[in-house]
């Protein structure tokens, strides 16, 4: 499942600590225990062509294949005290909440599902059943026949594009560039899987234009002009404390290189910009959609989904009018 392939004795535990050794087999210590659920608005995964303005519950585990320096969720993807930081639930339990609490779809999240493979399609099989879609929000780091066999279950991803270079993935982030462009390729050659892309611009480390250039390049010739890209303020955190803060003028440097290369959809994230949070047509360039944070400020597309001044279809996953979850964040707690 995981590139990584850690070599493990009996009794220890992979570089993500929730896959162990246990009388010769390898398991995922952490099925069914989840480090909190809340219900959060779709944008803040973010997608922002799923079904807009819905609310989608969230959750995650402990652990982690990926060893970021800058992670924003480390207390849980770091963490080594599963048991006491965790609340039990079941697939089923989680697939009644999200119906009870009128959320579209179920969304994996804060950590990789990856590390937590079985308890994540178990939790997209329950889902499907009720009629409830499911999110992965993850890096991207997996082998080619378990990737296969994952997104099968899942109707929307956003993939975390790190960097696009080796040398910050092995330094930064353990990890390999070429198997998360191989990820990106799949989701968008073979599956119906809707996916967005974010990257984390961290000054001095991947925001150089040469870089930006590249990568967006590189999107638009493997993935095509409609997948969304998101760029993200990066925030001092973990082990990154003495970097500065991303100032709003790299963001719309990126942002501008990016639409520049021919991606229609390009937005910035963990700042405030009219224009980088709003959709505009990619055919006549009419704004579409415009937001406040999270939450839906002014809708100018039809139901079916399309500009009303050109008639071109805008890329994504639409059902009619947009929902009104808005900005809120409300934690729940399910149990068994």
Not at 37 to 62: N, Q
Not at 79 to 106: F, L, Q, T, W, Y
Request: aromatic share 10%.
């Amino acid at each position: 499942m995981c590139p990584r392939a850690c070599r493990l004795g009996e009794g220890q535990r992979g570089v993500c600590f929730v896959r162990a050794c246990r009388d010769g087999q390898v398991v995922l210590t952490s099925y069914g225990r989840s480090t909190g659920f809340c219900i959060d608005p779709i944008e803040k995964k973010p997608l922002f062509h799923f079904l807009p303005g819905t609310p989608v519950l969230s959750f995650g585990t402990a652990g982690c294949n990926l060893t970021c320096k800058f992670c924003q969720n480390w207390e849980t993807s770091r963490a080594r005290d599963v048991e006491r930081m965790s609340e039990a639930a079941s697939p089923e339990a989680i697939a009644r909440a999200a119906v009870k609490s009128g959320c579209r779809s179920v969304a994996m999240t804060y950590n990789d599902p990856v590390v937590f493979f079985e308890y994540a399609v178990d939790v997209a099989e329950a889902c499907r059943r009720v009629g409830v879609h499911t999110v992965a929000v993850t890096a991207g780091y997996m082998m080619p026949a378990p990737r296969e066999a994952f997104y099968r279950h899942i109707d929307a991803a956003n993939v975390d594009l790190k960097a696009f270079s080796q040398r910050f993935y092995r330094e930064m982030s353990g990890g390999d560039l070429n198997r998360v462009l191989d990820t990106l390729v799949y989701l968008r050659s073979s599956t119906e899987v809707w996916l967005e892309i974010t990257t984390l611009l961290i000054p001095g480390e991947n925001d150089s234009e040469r870089e930006i250039d590249e990568m967006t390049r590189w999107i638009f010739a493997n993935l095509g002009t409609d997948v969304p890209l998101h760029f993200s303020a990066f925030h001092p955190d973990f082990r990154l404390q003495g970097h500065p803060a991303t100032p709003l003028s790299t963001l719309q440097r990126a942002r501008g290189i990016a639409l520049g290369n021919g991606l229609a959809h390009v937005y910035i994230g963990n700042a405030h910009d009219d224009d980088g949070s709003a959709t505009f047509c990619a055919g006549c360039g009419s704004r579409l959609v415009a937001r406040i944070g999270y939450q839906i400020s002014d809708w100018a597309m039809t139901d079916a989904g399309t500009c009303p001044s050109c008639g071109k279809a805008c890329a994504g996953v639409f059902d009619g009018k947009p929902g009104r979850w808005g900005n809120r964040r409300l934690p729940i707690a399910i149990g068994r």
